[in-house]
């Protein structure tokens, strides 16, 4: 397999999502973090949550975009009607 | 000790000598003195020249102005407006290298005069002063909409100021209203709770709200920031919204209603922003959700909630002129900043591109930016009070910036896979590294430096916030969790790239029920409405003549209308003498009002003393 700045770049990204979840799993074992809220003592919450978060984000505001993405210049359009 | 001065009246004042200095070397070097004048007065103020500055809610009493039964004070100087000033003025700074090569003189005093009257907002201590400054700041970012020159940016200024206008005679009314409860015209911290006898207040809160622009009322930011011009914009991210958080700080910290409103707006903002094809508008959407955050800080209201705000009111400043820098320089350069219309600038744009990334990741919130020291103490601030949903939206509100800014506004102008621009846009530029203009780099790099210098020693911005605070951002639980958050975040985002790809569209908002069915009110108004008005008109005219025309000469015009009854029943009666007896009528009618009967003294005497009677009678009645 042919070695590119793109695949050094994919295997380093993935190597940082796998060892933030360790490292996350770790913190925890030792009692280094301190939360308030119940919910964010789930092991490896804040990494579900950006995931989660970020996809359904994109797709609720893509289901807006059915009624609120009209054409450029739609204020004019409507105006002239 | 010599007397205060005011840095908002010298910066105020002084924006009118621009037009007046002929030499444009000397001009720009005036233009950038300008701010550096506030920025002097204001540290002399902290090292205590003019008295020291008392601990917090105390302030050093300044300018104080005797008005009717009132007295107009335009200087309180506490460690809440010091901290707007500060950033205010070294914003200034930093806006007006960015447009230094701007050749409307009158463009650099709209911009000018808007800052010194944000000053003169933020320093006001009675209602009525602040009301002034407002007003002027929302006439002077008018101009800087119009400035633009496009037909578009011509509504977008009028809608600008129409909110503006409407927010201020909120502020007014209600201070009228503070002012009729109290009888004091100071601008403190308003009473709040459920009932009409509060109506003044909400409607104090509600100008200020509209200023803030909080979710629903913020359709007029991303309208008419992103029609502004190129320069004038930059100023516009700055200061009107900004002032809003601070009357709000001043006016309404810890009213829960206000939390919940911030935090829906943080996230709000987001979802719009997706939509989003203008990188003007995009970064528009981004400041409404940072100010959801404030606002959100403001309604929390504890003093985390307030010191919150305020930081994060003084990096967002910072870090949203920067972005917004960043984009205008794409629009300046490219002569758009489309998402679909854009892409592959960054051999060509890779400074402004490197500066506005400086941006993206401290309005995301990135460790060693100043995003993160300011966010995380707002974020906080709804951990200790226990609300899990507010801080479940503005770390979600998080997720979304990163998104944004971090990724989809570079990735669309500057990237999009593509080697080379568009080549409309490849045609605008040199075969060189730096075309974004020196001048503008100057502006982005002093702000760029200060996100970086404040993310790293944040503890320079926690001294200078209003309450005392024991603050230390960087601790494992914190890095740890916000960088997991980013990392998760980007896969995402890639997964589901081709949909925050730019489309050639306008995504409508909460305007859309101003200008669309707001139009219905208009034809009403202009049609139904006016047909009554001209016939109630007509008729009141009529009654006004048949008045007008009975007093000429009461007694014969009663007589006329005694024999028009008359005449009637006498025709009914006698039918062969009907056209005698209306010819008789006619020539009565046609004579009138004949000789008008002339009253001797005495029977004007007795109407007189009649009418006095009739006064006597009502008197003793009433």
Known sequence: MKITWKLLFNLYYIICLGGSVVIGFGLLFFHMLDYHFSFQWIPAFFALFGFIGCTLLILIAKGMGHWLAQSEGYYEKRRRR | MVDWIHPGIVIFLGAFLIPFIKNRRAKQVYFLLIPIAGLIILILTTAGVFGSIPPYPDALHKWRIPFLRYTLELGRIDKLSMVFAYVYVIAAFCMNWFALRVKRDWEHVAATAYVGSALGAVFARDIFTLYFFLEIMSVSATFLVWFRGTKESRG???????????????????????????????????????????????????????????????????????????????????????????????????????????????????????????????????????????????????????????????????????????????????????????????KYMPISWVLYMVGGFSISGFPLFNGFVSKVMTVEASELIHQPLVYILLEGATVGTFLHTGLKLPWNLWWQGRKEPPADIRAKLRNSPINTPINMLIGMGILAFLCLFLGIYPYILYDMLPHPVYFVPFTTTRVFSIMQLFLFTFPAAWLLRTSIRGIPTYTVDTDWFGRIPGRALIVFCERPLMAFGAFVDQKVLRIAASVVLFSRNPLVAIRIAKDVVSTKVKARVARSHREEFERGLEEEIRRYPAEIPRLSLGASLLIVFLFFLLYLIMYLIT
């Open chain 2, 156 to 346: 977008a200024g009028f809608r600008y100021l129409f909110w503006h206008l409407f927010s201020g005679v909120c502020v007014l009314a209600g201070g009228v209203m503070h002012v009729q409860t109290t009888g004091s015209i100071e601008f403190v911290h308003f009473p709040w709770g459920w009932g009409w006898e509060y109506f003044g207040y909400y409607l104090i809160c509600l100008g200020f709200v509209i200023n803030a622009a909080c979710t629903p009322f913020h359709s007029w930011l991303s309208d008419a920031y992103s029609e502004a011009s190129v320069t004038g914009a930059i100023y516009m991210t700055a200061y009107t919204t900004k002032t809003g958080i601070y009357c709000l700080i001043r006016g309404f910290s810890g009213v829960e209603i206000l939390m919940w409103m911030g935090a829906i707006s943080a996230v709000f903002a987001l979802f719009m922003a997706v939509l989003e094809n203008d990188g003007r508008r995009l970064c528009s959407y981004h400041i409404i959700s940072q100010l959801g955050y404030m606002v959100a800080g403001v309604g929390i209201g504890t003093y985390w909630g307030i010191n919150g705000a305020a930081s994060h009111a003084l990096c967002h400043i910072i870090y949203n002129a920067l972005l917004y820098m960043g984009a205008s320089t794409v629009l300046e350069v490219a002569g758009t900043c489309k998402f679909s219309e854009t892409g592959g600038l960054y």
